[in-house]
């Protein structure tokens, strides 16, 4: 049975998705819990995973028994869960389930009588996120980034007015993308005559210096950074996500960005290696650069903004430079901090949105100025939003901390101050913004503890949508409190050997 | 030159890619976009299925199934099967792209009765 668990993992949510969008024919109301069952079952496998990952190693599957007939090579599609991938896999399978609780009152009154396909679609983005996550085939990967893009732009599209315009342009800057990664595959498999990510990174090292493996490289990097909106093609992000349902937006936000940082770290560490990314001419250098202009433009334009949304959404823009930033460093602490904070910033983002999910579902507002007096309405909601924007900032005993420390540990090593600078820039930022929206949602109403003033009556968000907000928010605690032995006992094992310490 | 020559495929791919992208990025307007995101993709495909073409290559179809005494020697008069199988993976993929950026296109329209970037940009800010 436990052999069978990485398909589990995707079958679980692509079979909730097709039989969803059959229920939403003649039984709408069905699609919802169908979705809730698939995403229970794939995120008890992922969690089953991680165990038998931490004792046992990696996990390999042929799809259907493919592959392992010798003397053939590699005829079938591989999927594999190893060290680097099971974290993820559990954090986007449970963050989806968590989610899909969460949106269920959000969606009924967001997108009330359209509600339809809603869940379909969100299943369909899961399967695709987990897909990438999971897979050994890099052609395999590419077919995955494209059923959770097409998803996602269809869930950006139900904002209807702007949106619309908004998800044209995440359409086209995302299958450029797709198109530049699967040039690269090309350019790969010319060379190499493999998709499997294991035969490919035994082959590469063979081939030597070669030019079209370089410019695979290239293309395969620019098109994950295009469909993560890392610094030069972020441009589509914050309107979409702004303009994008609340619902839609509590789970492209946190997963879609992480899942396609991982294909990133996933060719870097694993197709390609570390060595040959240090050795790769300018490219360590220049990443680097980008992401610290990625995290200080990003920064400076969330000082700017109005619309908590949005806020939000740029928030989502300077953590995608650390992640590339920590993974370009190329060294143990910079790694580790890049592939611990691929699972914290998924985290952290999804107890984000869904904070400003509670808040827009009562006050139907999401400008800053719309916030006086919310922490006297919504007290529970405003802790979880605090105790999430103190993880963003990196108070300590939150997950944000340990990989902030770990990122800055690995610039340091490496000299690369800037990248420093720009970490510390964005905690502050951060803060400023923090206590701005305290100053709002505290301190612009008379305050009703006072005789004489006006009492604010409570108004919290509802049990299904505040207890998965709480649950979020004490997990970032958990989550850092727990660093050590997720770093010790995984983290620690998918870094490549010979790596510098 | 003569290398270009030989290898026209791969040039005509990489003018069928700049024209793509070139029409995606730089045109106003949305169909413009589409069609040139059309391109685009047949510029990769037509990249993928050169690297499996050969000359006079006979089809990948095996002959004696039954024992799978298929000679390896012979691979080299074979086209390699696997780019077609990819592309028309690929295929799929884009024309469900298509369809999905067509209809994005047409809600557009209905709402700013217009394809041109700028006006719709210029209409929003209203």
Redo the contacts between chains.
Sequence with gaps: MTEQLPIIIILGPLLGATLAAFAAWFRPRLSHPLVVLGLVISSAAALKLVFIVADAGAQKYWLGGWGTKQGHGVVGIQITVDHLNTLLLAAVSGIALLTSVYTRRLVDTELAGRQRYFYALFSLLVTGLLGITITGDI?NL??FM?IA??SS??LI?YGR??A??A??NY??MG??GA?LY??GV?FI??KSGT?NIDDVSAIIPALGQSQALFVGFVLILLGAWAKMAFFPFHGWLPNAYAHAPTASAAILAPLATKVAVYAMLRVMVTVYSIDYIIHSPGIQSLALYLSSLAIVIASFFSLTQTNLKKLASYFVLSEIGYMVGGAWLANKPGLTGAMYHVVADAAMTSALFMAIGCIVYRLGQTQLDDLKGVFFKMPVTMAAFVVTMAALIGVPPTCGFFSKWYLIQGAAQEGVWHFVAALLLSSLVKAIILFRIIEIGYNRVPHPAIKGNPAIPRNEAPLSMLIPTAAMALGLVALGLGTSTLVNTIIAKALPAGLAP | MEKLIANFNYVIVVILMMIGLWSMLAQKNLIKKCIGMAIFQTGIILFFISIGAKDNALIPILTEAANHTYPVSDASKVANPLTQILMLTAIVVGVATLGVALALAQKIYQQHSSFDEDEILENERK
């Design positions: 052609f590419y077919v494209e893009a097409l732009y269809a599209a007015g702007r619309y315009m998800a044209f359409l086209i299958t450029m198109c699967l040039l090309g498999f010319a998709l």
